[in-house]
């Protein structure tokens, strides 16, 4: 199959996708729902997107496992150490000083960037008075962050990046090990709202004072790198925070303006103050 024959029929899958279930990739990376795809073709005995195509539009129980291909769900707790310190350091200081506190995490996958924030909250003593939204596209991603479940094999590399990261306790107090898997306490998700919500279509849900969307961005194309940091620039009051993967960037975006850098080495930023 020639190129530009795929690069249609991945337009017409996209296309379809929108239109039947209302999820928007059509400004994903092109080269990364590709290589995606690929594999998702292998899984579902497909030999072209066509295919694939025919089957997402008459058999409704192939989109939740498609989404699993089209979203990346990979991530570790306290991924980016430095990143997690800084946020210790020199964000919780500024934080500290609000009543009350609302944290986004978009694009959470299963869970482990939302219960990294929510141990670093507990070890800062603000857990209490924080409110953490954690949300996703993907239902069964979802499903998989409230279980809070992750293999025990993990544990050791999860256990290492929380020391790098600052961590004032032991990992292990906040799991339980059975049967090869680490299960996370349930008191870490008293203050978590695990809730669907897409940043090609949806609008802002809330005010936050902190949002740490890392690791998502690079998958969009300009256009909607642009609507998720305007949204982001909304979601957040004067001097809010926010803090990106360490490959993206808001230095191109039409909304650079309304911020100022906080720590350009993690890519923390804050929204301006005088806008």
């Given at each position: 199959m020639n190129k530009k024959t795929h690069d249609i029929e991945l337009r017409l899958l996209l296309e379809a996708i929108y239109l039947k279930y209302h999820y928007d990739f059509r400004d994903y990376s092109s080269a990364s729902l590709k290589r995606r795809l690929a594999l998702a073709l292998e899984r579902f005995d497909c030999e072209t997107i066509s295919q694939l195509q025919n089957r997402v539009l008459h058999n409704e129980e192939t989109l939740p496992e498609l989404l699993s291909y089209l979203t990346v769900q990979v991530s570790e707790l306290f991924r980016d150490p430095p990143y997690f310190k800084a946020l210790r350091e020199e964000v919780i200081p500024h934080l500290r000083t609000y009543p009350s506190l609302k944290v986004w995490i978009p694009g959470?996958?299963?869970?482990?960037?939302?219960?990294?924030?929510?141990?670093?909250?507990?070890?800062?003593?603000?857990?209490?008075?924080?409110?953490?939204?954690?949300?996703?596209?993907?239902?069964?991603?979802?499903?998989?962050?409230?279980?809070?479940?992750?293999?025990?094999?993990?544990?050791?590399?999860?256990?290492?990046?929380?020391?790098?990261?600052?961590?004032?306790?032991?990992?292990s107090d906040y799991y339980t090990a059975a049967y090869g898997a680490a299960i996370f306490d349930k008191s870490l998700k008293k203050r978590i709202v695990f809730s669907d919500h897409c940043l090609a279509s949806d609008a802002v849900f809330a005010e936050v004072h902190l949002i740490s969307c890392r690791n998502v961005l690079i998958y969009?194309?300009?256009?909607?790198?642009?609507?998720?940091?305007?949204?982001?620039?909304?979601?957040?009051?004067?001097?809010?925070?926010?803090?990106?993967?360490?490959?993206?960037?808001?230095?191109?975006?039409?909304?650079v303006g309304g911020f100022v850098d906080f720590n350009p080495t993690e890519r923390i930023y804050r929204r301006r103050g005088d806008l």
């Open positions: 959470c996958a299963n869970g482990e960037e939302v219960y990294s924030m929510v141990i670093l909250f507990r070890e800062a003593g603000l857990e209490d008075r924080t409110i953490f939204y954690a949300t996703d596209i993907n239902a069964e991603a979802l499903k998989r962050a409230e279980a809070g479940r992750y293999s025990l094999d993990r544990v050791g590399l999860f256990t290492e990046n929380h020391r790098q990261s600052g961590g004032t306790t032991s990992l969009f194309r300009k256009e909607l790198q642009d609507r998720a940091i305007g949204l982001f620039r909304n979601s957040l009051p004067r001097n809010g925070f926010l803090g990106l993967g360490a490959k993206e960037s808001i230095r191109f975006s039409s909304h």
